[in-house]
């Protein structure tokens, strides 16, 4: 309205420089108000503009907020918090956004992270997926969905049109999706082909090389890769990468006299996956001490290396580095491990590392985990800071000791019925503990002795003097005594 107003204004305006004088008194008659009521809308039609205004109004604020709650949840997907981003995406309106098909997307890859596979395949079912534009974006997802649940039949019928598609935009073929897909169609000759027809084609560049080793390490064909090595072009040997692929070969094949092969390939190489393979080598030497420092150097490199992690923790115990070995337990982001066996691991650094409050608090969360029925190991654990921590404010707390004791020994470790046995006997017996000064020490009663079964050989009794001397005594004493009244 306000548009077709302002064309007609500037048309008078332009008009009235044009004409001359004896035209303006009819340009004044015709621009009356009179006359300009005309162009004004009426009230039904000023009511259904005003409606569609609201409306496009609405739509536009519902489509800003699904966007900035899409954008939240990828930010959440990419740095982890699967949580967070299922929340904003569940805050995107119904099947009408038009981002909805976007949202069911990144559902579906939340739910494969996981590891609810047939959730995430039902959130691709629909048919709008199945266009061109669409398809290629989810046929993948699809893929490794299908590979997850082992629907081979889903699988080979999906994986002709999705490798087309993927063909078109990756560099060298899809080559590891294929060789994937034929893994769990379990086609041996097809696997085969891939790994070694043309295998001189395969090391043209140092990304198809390094899809091919990589390939070969994880269907464990080292060995047989070992054996091409020499195809590789010398540009090969000038990729970090590449080398550190190699040497990894050469460690898994299991031949000692490869291992020298495997370092002198990354021997100035200082990358995470370097450090790893340098400290397996000297594990296997059981060169503990180097092995540790190259896991070490590893978590300098990668904070999350959960191959330094794995095999640094085990090395801080043997080698006493107890500060070390808490903070690799605080740092090791396995989901797959027993939250409960790694509180329990680190109670035990703790205790070694003598930080007994922490060690007591971890310890009482620790049984809560286990409803108060834990393992034998942590009822030892218990006992043990129960005896050091035991003395609060002057005062001993026996009867958690006791508790601690008792549970051990009811478990039948012989350890915690002996400290059952001793806390009978001593008033405070974790004093006695923390004394620095000499204690007699019986050195025939150890660990190992008390566990040995001992035969039990009943007391004999020496008899002094017989029960029926004493009975005859007993009996002239009161025959004297009656004799005298």
Request: glycine share 4%; with cysteine.
């Amino acid at each position: 309205m306000n548009c077709i107003l302002n064309k007609y204004i500037l048309t008078v305006i332009v008009g009235l420089f044009l004409l001359t004088n004896s035209g303006f008194a009819e340009i004044n008659e015709f621009v009356s108000n009179a006359n300009l009521k005309e162009i004004w809308f009426d009230d039904d039609e000023y009511g259904e503009s005003a409606g569609v205004e609201a409306q496009l109004q609405n739509e536009s604020f519902t489509r800003g907020s699904d966007i900035d709650s899409l954008i939240r949840a990828k930010y959440k997907l990419i740095s982890g918090d699967l949580r967070i981003a299922r929340f904003y995406l569940n805050r995107i309106s119904n099947s009408k956004s038009k981002l909805f098909f976007v949202k069911e997307r990144y559902l579906a890859i939340i739910d494969f992270i996981e590891g609810n596979f047939n959730q995430s395949l039902s959130h691709l079912s629909d048919k709008k997926y199945f266009n061109d534009s669409s398809y290629p974006q989810v046929c993948l997802l699809k893929l490794i969905n299908y590979m997850a649940t082992k629907d081979r039949k889903s699988l080979k019928n999906e994986s002709e049109n999705c490798l087309q598609y993927s063909m078109k935009t990756s560099k060298n073929e899809a080559y590891w999706l294929d060789t994937m897909i034929k893994l769990n169609l379990n086609d041996q000759n097809g696997i085969r082909q891939n790994l070694f027809y043309d295998s001189v084609n395969l090391v043209s560049d140092d990304e198809m090389t390094r899809l091919w080793l990589k390939s070969g390490l994880y269907l464990n064909q080292e060995k047989e890769f070992l054996s091409l090595i020499s195809i590789l072009p010398e540009s090969s040997y000038q990729s970090k990468r590449l080398r550190e692929i190699v040497a990894f070969m050469y460690l898994r094949s299991k031949n000692p006299e490869n291992i020298q092969k495997a370092l002198a390939f990354i021997d100035d190489i200082d990358s995470a996956n370097a450090e790893n393979i340098k400290g397996s080598i000297n594990l296997q030497k059981k060169e503990y001490e180097l092995a540790f420092g190259h896991f070490k150097l590893a978590l300098q490199k990668k904070q999350d290396s959960t191959n330094s992690i794995e095999r640094s923790i085990p090395l801080a115990w043997l080698l006493n580095q107890w500060s070390d070995g808490i903070s690799m337990l605080n740092n090791n982001i396995n989901k797959d491990l027993d939250s409960r066996n790694k509180r329990a691991v680190k109670i035990a650094f703790l205790i070694r590392d003598k930080k007994f409050i922490e060690a007591e608090r971890e310890i009482t969360l620790l049984k809560i985990d286990f409803q108060h029925k834990p393992p034998l190991e942590v009822s030892i654990m218990d006992s043990y800071i129960s005896l050091i921590m035991g003395e609060k404010d002057n005062h001993f707390d026996k009867r958690k000791i006791e508790e601690a004791n008792d549970f051990g020994c009811k478990s039948f470790d012989g350890f915690s019925c002996w400290l059952a046995l001793q806390s009978l006997q001593w008033e405070n017996l974790g004093k006695t503990i923390k004394r620095e000064d000499d204690i007699f020490i019986d050195k025939e009663m150890t660990l190992d002795s008390l566990k040995l079964k001992k035969e039990i050989n009943p007391l004999k009794e020496s008899v002094n003097i017989d029960q029926k001397d004493i009975e005859e005594l007993d009996g002239s004493g009161i025959q004297l005594l009656r004799n005298n009244k």
